[in-house]
């Protein structure tokens, strides 16, 4: 497994967007403070496994549709990875 760390605001705004996780791929998005973090598919052709983490607990965790899916949870880290449907 692979973990993609994005910490600057550009790449965490940008997140997948152009690019896709390839198998066994994780894109890490680590923030300094606990916030409502929302994740949204436009400009992802494929779905995403998005994993909301607040300290070391799983506090959500959401496949997002290609385009149209989006979701939000309090957290200080999310994963994107590819989804397993």
């Not at 605001?9 to 680590?30: C, E, M, N, Q, T």
């Not at 403070?33 to 983490?53: A, D, E, F, T």
Request: charged share 25%; aromatic share 10%.
């Amino acid at each position: 497994m692979t973990d993609h760390i994005l910490k600057g605001w550009l790449s965490k705004s940008r997140g997948v967007i152009g690019r896709y996780p390839d198998a066994g791929d994780r894109y890490v998005f680590p923030f300094d403070m606990p916030k409502q973090r929302g994740v949204h598919m436009i400009g992802v052709n494929k779905p995403l496994q998005v994993s909301w983490y607040l300290g070391d607990e799983l506090v959500k965790r959401k496949v997002l549709r290609p385009w149209i899916g989006h979701g939000a949870a309090v957290a200080d880290m999310v994963i994107e990875e590819p989804a397993h449907v």
